[in-house]
């Protein structure tokens, strides 16, 4: 599976630290927006 592939549904370890960092990032911006 590419790395593409799995940012749309994330699996296996790399797909829970992708996750992991996808919320690290967007939280300020959820945070902005709520």
């Given at each position: 599976?590419?790395?593409?592939?799995?940012?749309?549904k994330?699996?296996?370890l790399?797909?829970?630290?992708?996750?992991?960092?996808?919320?690290?990032g967007?939280?300020?911006?959820?945070?902005?927006?709520?």
């Amino acid at each position: 599976m590419s790395f593409f592939e799995n940012t749309r549904k994330p699996v296996g370890l790399g797909g829970k630290l992708m996750v992991a960092m996808m919320n690290l990032g967007h939280s300020p911006v959820a945070r902005w927006g709520l």
